[in-house]
């Protein structure tokens, strides 16, 4: 693989980091119930790895960062947590998806891909806990709308309200790391100049 060195340096840092941020950070909003802690996760580590992906410009980066990540997740404290470590690496995929074809994503493809991750922690519920964790997709159904409402404000009838607006959240948060990752390379190149990643 053409620069497999500064890819494998680039892939282990950029795993590791985001493997600590899960771990320590995680750790903390939990013990504080913060409210959508899995989604600001997410969106750290996805930025993480769109920024590691524009440094080395080569595909599969986003994919390997995650899976270092959920590696590094086994090390939370309670032990193997399969569900989080299985968004980890479902949110690298698709964000790998979104990136694959092009070397040096743009701006709005990185934007794209962040929405596209993030948006997966909507969905993660139902199949992590409610399907192979056996507890049941309606039961999940039920328990994510009840946070919904909540969270939102809104009376239990507006089910469909709530649905969209807490997409368009984690969508948003997503889309929001994206472009933030958009701007720590392009800051990242301006200072280095010509000694840049390329």
Known sequence: MRNSTRWLVYV????????????????????????????ILSTIGITIALVTRCLVQQRGTIIATAAIAAILKMFSVGGVILSPMAAILIQGLLAELVTFRILQPSRIRLVLAGATATAWTFFHPFVGQ????????????????EKGVRLLHLPPEAVIVVIILMLLIRAGAGAVGGYVAGQIVAAVRARLGPAAPA
């Open 12 to 39: 282990g840092l950029g795993g590791a980091l985001w493997g600590a941020v899960e771990i320590s950070l995680g750790a903390y909003l939990h013990s504080l119930h913060i409210p959508l802690r899995g989604l």
């Open 130 to 145: 409610g399907i192979i964790a056996g507890q049941g997709v309606y039961v999940m159904y039920l328990r994510v709308i």
